[in-house]
């Protein structure tokens, strides 16, 4: 017996210190419902069947004669990285493992980097192996662990650190040329959502280039729907065969109520900028639930990750490859920077992240995450979109959402839930790490956003910033006045929405709302100075703008476009004042607004037939609130507003604003 356990351990000794030459794998990753299915149910684990994602921190579980695949799914925007490998645990006997280091480029290409090897048994437990690899913008890295001995297993940690600063605030230069800035801004614009959803909603890209190649005509059912589930969401995200006029008459879209065809593409948001738009919140969005369905229905890129923070991650590099490659788009890292940008003619870009996944556990710890993002410019951060998640509860709106927030805890067991008491507060408030993740984006000198957070959670965090914080400034990139909306539309919304007290929050800090220029009929205010007789249209956003004006509080617009939300209909034209309760007072209130001047500019008449269709419509609509008669100075000067609000994050004698 004894001299048969020796032959074992002699062979196993022999298969560990085997020399040989280990293969990158297959470093190709085709998503369908079922892997992305296995890897949410095993949080992106050792159970997960297919490769897994490699993430910013996890570990590998290395059984003898097997192999495992870590694949990053989307390029690198940085060219040099540092890993740390770490043994945690070993087998007494064997178990062996080579990391197979390699990178693929966007046309296939495989490079082999290194093999990282850890020997057998227990004494190795806690070595760590570093490595720095350069050369890897635009490439895909992945790791091959193979397991090299006859028998036994190891755990190995994989560490991913972008640079060696990493989780360290960013040190503006605070020179800056004298004045305030010109122009206004929009603080909520899904630039690239065109890549969210696995690549299949959105119809054209939001890339540089021609129209032609960017928004052509599409076949009406290749997008933007779940028919093919048999779901029907909505009458606007059904099939539009028929409808389907992109490039170059653009006679079915973009409209003001459309929802799945490109609002931003790179020239039309440079017609804004030309016609005073100055600064941008570009904000990335995701919700892996919708693109599960929309890889299920067949309409989607399966080469593109489906996971919120991985399109996140994805959508930010596109947008940095942009500001590379465009001389007048730069994004922004802070507000001097923002004034140095619109100083020389360009337009300021501030990163934003919206996802209904987080920093989930399955990308690594949510601290890493965040400094990963923040590394690669972002700069502002919705806490929790749509469903509760792990930092915060979400605002009910809509009664889906609640819904999936249930279905969203019971599945995972990780998120809480509770039913709106009320019918429209969620009971959820700020978790214990959501507390922490405010207190590191405020050491980081981040926007905290307070849009999609419950009446709970933004009182928890005014109370936060009240008390300890010297009134640091909050921000809401996207909201309604709830004092003007009609009952029809509070019941839709709910606590999504901003309230007389919630305003206060704004001001108190010097914060600044982005208003939502969306298809809501509104109250009169008669404060505004303007006539509230075609619904929807500028006449009913001029109302909600200067309610909050007036009270003290900063605005912008928020616009929301490629949000799956329809903008407001225009005055004249056969959409005039579309959002009225009937075909009777619609007609009557178009009547009430006269004839277009044949004079005006043709963006002006193209706006006044389709409504805020596209960004490069948007200064028509600030131009129209003016013609309307509300004081626009608000408005016109918002570029300032998000810069001021950026530099009192900065300022040590910050007090709450009288």
Not at 62 to 74: E, M
Not at 220 to 229: A, K, Q, R, V
Not at 544 to 567: C, H, W
Request: charged letters at 25%; a negative charge.
């Amino acid at each position: 017996m004894k001299t048969m356990f020796r032959g074992l351990a002699v062979a196993m000794a022999l298969a560990s210190s085997q020399v040989a030459a280990y293969s990158c794998g297959d470093t190709d990753v085709i998503y369908n419902l079922y892997d992305m299915l296995s890897e949410i149910e095993n949080s992106n684990g050792p159970g997960t069947i297919g490769p897994r994602r490699l993430v910013t921190n996890q570990v590998s579980e290395i059984v003898a004669f097997t192999d495992k695949r870590f694949i990053q799914p989307h390029p690198m925007d940085v060219d040099q990285i540092t890993v740390r490998f770490t043994k945690e645990r070993g087998t007494w006997l064997g178990g062996g493992v080579v990391e197979v280091v390699c990178t693929t480029d966007t046309y296939g290409n495989v490079q082999k980097l290194e093999e990282v090897k850890f020997s057998g048994g227990r004494k190795n437990i806690g070595d760590v192996k570093t490595r720095t690899y350069s050369g890897l913008k635009g490439k895909r890295l992945s790791i091959h662990a193979v397991g090299i001995g006859a028998v036994g297993s190891s755990r190995i940690r994989f560490d991913l650190v972008r640079n060696a600063s990493e989780g360290q605030p960013w040190i503006p230069d605070m020179t800056a040329p004298a004045g305030p800035i010109p122009g206004f801004a929009d603080v909520h614009v899904h630039q690239a959502a065109d890549l969210a959803y696995s690549k299949g909603w959105y119809w054209g890209s939001h890339q540089p280039g021609d129209l032609m190649a960017r928004v052509p005509m599409c076949s009406g059912d290749n997008h933007g729907t779940l028919e093919p589930l048999g779901i029907e969401i909505h009458e606007l995200g059904n099939a539009h065969l028929g409808q389907t006029s992109g490039y170059p008459d653009f006679n079915n879209w973009p409209r003001w109520n459309d929802i799945k065809h490109q609002q931003v593409t790179a020239e039309w948001l440079k017609d804004a900028h030309e016609r005073g738009l100055t600064l941008m919140v570009a904000s990335v969005v995701a919700n892996q639930t919708l693109a599960a369905g929309m890889i299920a229905s067949g309409n989607h890129d399966n080469r593109t990750a489906p996971f919120d923070m991985e399109s996140v991650r994805h959508q930010i590099s596109e947008l940095k490859k942009m500001d590379e490659s465009e001389d007048w788009f730069e994004i922004v890292l802070d507000p001097w920077h923002a004034r140095r940008a619109v100083a020389e003619g360009k337009l300021a870009v501030v990163l934003a992240i919206e996802a209904s996944h987080l920093f989930p556990d399955d990308d690594g710890p949510w601290r890493e995450q965040l400094y990963d993002v923040y590394d690669m410019g972002v700069r502002a951060l919705q806490i929790a979109h749509q469903t509760n998640n792990d930092f915060s509860g979400a605002a009910y709106h809509q009664d889906i959402f609640e819904i999936v927030t249930q279905l969203k805890a019971w599945y995972t067991g990780e998120v809480d839930y509770a039913e709106a008491s009320d019918g429209v507060h969620n009971d959820i408030g700020l978790s214990v790490q959501g507390y922490e993740l405010l207190e590191e984006m405020i050491r980081l000198n981040m926007i905290i956003d307070m849009a999609h957070l419950p009446l709970k959670s933004q009182r928890e965090i005014f109370q936060l910033v009240s008390q300890y914080h010297d009134y640091y400034p909050l921000f809401n990139s996207h909201t309604r006045i709830d004092e003007l909306l009609y009952q029809e539309d509070r019941d839709i919304l709910n606590e999504h929405v901003t309230t007389d007290e919630t305003l206060e929050f704004y001001r108190a800090t010097g914060g600044v709302i982005g208003l939502r220029t969306g298809l809501q009929r509104m109250k009169d205010y008669p404060a505004s100075g303007v006539v509230n007789n075609c619904d929807g249209s500028a006449r009913s956003i001029a109302q909600f703008y200067r309610y909050a004006a007036d009270r003290g509080v900063k605005t912008a617009f928020a616009s929301d476009f490629n949000g799956f939300i329809e903008m407001n209909p225009p005055r004249f034209g056969a959409d005039a004042c579309a959002s009225a309760p009937d075909e009777v007072s619609r007609l009557v209130q178009a009547a009430a607004q006269g004839s277009e001047d044949p004079g005006w500019p043709d963006y002006i008449r193209e706006y006044n037939e389709k409504g805020t269709a596209h960004i490069g419509l948007l200064p028509a609509l600030l131009w129209d609130i003016g013609e309307v008669g509300a004081d626009t100075a608000d408005l016109e000067n918002s570029s300032e507003s998000m810069v001021v609000m950026w530099e009192r994050i900065y300022d040590p004698n910050r007090q709450r604003v009288l």
